[in-house]
């Protein structure tokens, strides 16, 4: 196997390498004449650098560099360090105790004035992202959100400590960085005391499933039994998805209004009937699909640019010994000539196996835009999934209340015909009505919600356009610009064995 740092094979012999060592590969990466050429990078620090300075990144002084549409952010950099582990404080008297993992955070934020630079360092264990990614899905409904990294305990075991630590460390610094570059997300404070805020993360940690759960089934049996209070929707509530747990009634209902919506065969009294908005769905679809087989396509190019120059730099080894046996077994003058002229042939293959392995590596870093914007696709569906539960929360409470005004009608109507009336049946319609305003109230902010929601959905749809347009015109102009000039460095190697070897043909003829 080839070494990625050296270009030579691992296995060989010192005389093999010191043989390789002599060859000139002075011009194989002359920079050329070509407009826009990018210098390659080392293949390492392609495949774990971050896609967030691409080749068209505006620097600043002290801040590094980074892409055009961060230059309304405030962030002008963020770094994740290498993890630290440490100490779990406790006031238990048994020496040791836990550890635990934090990445140091470093952020450079942009001055208000002409002053340079704040810069915060900050300390962050995986599970403060994890809230982090919480609290801005809660609170920025409707909005592309970038995915948050896995906790991938699978990842951990299967690969080297220090490969997982690198690539959760290169994951991490790549979501916070797509977080300060959204217009909203970049500006909210979420994010902000993520960054800044010193000592442990001020925000409040997520509940998990099985307690929010505990507390949904604890209240149930009182929404069911009599409990007009229990059983009413506060109207903060509705903003946030039933799924979240700490009401299962509600769960239970909009299931039900699902269920009735797909197969009762009566039109709910409120539907989506954006047009536009349905067509851009499928349209999302269907870029998902065909995201996804461009990025396989592109894997099987990485895969052969890959097998090529390893090929060839293995072509080069055998020349390289012909060239020791043939120098070192040399009697007669052909014998020379023929040892020489292998060496031209194996330097030109070593150096077109170089080339080869660092167009891969630009080719993996234009690419990698599909692969992006497939991550892209995950949160344009979680965003559309909020306007969905916006709208089945909407169609649910409407029609509790068509419920409850059906039952206060009944109510009236049967006590109407008792003499002096129903005291018990006139508390019950009292209870209802109370229970009417209150979901009325639920309702106007269930329906706020969903047009909040249908707004920012129409704001990223508009964005997404016109940043997949220049970062996919940025891939495209990045891959064929080093496709051509990789492709004239190998065939200048070449010409030079052809121009050495052309007495050759002189002698056939």
Not at 119 to 148: H, K, M, N, S, W
Not at 281 to 288: A, F, G, I, P, T
Not at 353 to 362: D, I, M, T, V
Not at 405 to 426: C, M, P, Q, T
Request: glycine letters at 6%.
């Amino acid at each position: 196997m080839m070494d990625p740092d050296t270009g030579f094979f691992a296995s060989e012999s010192p005389a093999v390498r010191e043989e390789m060592e002599s060859l000139d590969l002075s011009d194989a990466t002359a920079p050329s004449s070509l407009p826009f050429f990018v210098e390659p990078p080392s293949y390492a620090d392609v495949v774990l650098k971050s896609t967030f300075e691409p080749q068209n990144a505006v620097t600043t002084p002290g801040s590094g560099s980074y892409p055009p549409r961060a230059a309304a952010s405030d962030y002008l950099r963020i770094v994740v360090s290498d993890p630290e582990t440490m100490q779990e404080t406790s006031n238990s008297p048994v020496l040791g105790g836990t550890t635990y993992v934090t990445y140091p955070i470093t952020t450079w934020v942009r001055a208000v004035g002409h002053g340079g630079p704040s810069v915060f360092c900050v300390q962050r264990r995986f599970r403060d992202v994890v809230t982090l990614a919480a609290r801005l899905a809660e609170a920025y409904r409707g909005y592309f959100i970038p995915q948050r990294p896995d906790k991938s305990v699978v990842d951990g075991q299967v690969m080297q400590k220090h490969e997982f630590a690198e690539q959760r460390r290169w994951e991490l610094e790549k979501y916070l960085r797509r977080l300060a570059e959204h217009p909203v997300i970049g500006r909210s404070d979420e994010l902000r005391v993520f960054l800044q805020a010193q000592g442990k993360l001020p925000l409040p940690a997520a509940t998990d499933v099985a307690s929010r759960m505990l507390d949904g089934a604890v209240r149930l049996p009182k929404q069911l039994f009599g409990d007009a209070a229990a059983g009413r929707v506060a109207p903060e509530d509705v903003v946030q998805p039933a799924k979240e747990g700490r009401d299962l009634l509600r769960i239970f209902k909009e299931l039900k209004q699902a269920v009735a919506n797909d197969w009762g065969g009566v039109k709910p009294l409120v539907v989506e009937e954006d047009r536009e908005f349905l067509e851009r769905k499928e349209k999302m679809q269907v870029l998902e699909q065909q995201l996804c087989t461009a990025s396989q396509q592109a894997e099987a190019l990485v895969k052969a640019q890959q097998d090529i120059g390893e090929t060839m730099g293995e072509m080069g080894l055998a020349f390289i010994k012909l060239t020791k046996f043939e120098t070192e077994e040399a009697i007669f003058s052909s014998q020379k000539t023929l040892s020489a002229d292998a060496k031209c042939v194996a330097t030109a293959a070593v150096k077109a196996s170089r080339l080869y392995r660092e167009l891969n590596a630009q080719t993996v870093k234009h690419l990698d835009t599909l692969h992006e914007y497939l991550g892209v696709m995950l949160a344009v569906q979680s965003a559309f999934s909020d306007r969905t539960s916006a709208l089945l929360t909407a169609q649910t409470l409407m029609t509790d209340l068509s419920t409850l005004h059906a039952k206060v009608e009944k109510l009236e109507v049967a006590s109407s015909k008792i003499f002096g009336g129903d005291r018990s049946g006139l508390r019950k319609v009292e209870e209802l009505n109370e229970t009417i305003r209150v979901t009325e109230d639920a309702k106007s902010c269930a329906l706020g919600e969903y047009e909040r929601i249908k707004e920012n959905n129409r704001n990223e749809l508009e964005r997404l356009d016109r940043e997949k347009h220049d970062d996919f015109l940025s891939m495209l102009k990045g891959f064929l610009i080093n496709q051509v000039e990789y492709s004239e460095k190998v065939a200048i190697a070449w010409a030079a064995v052809v121009e050495e070897t052309c007495g050759y043909a002189r002698e056939s003829n």
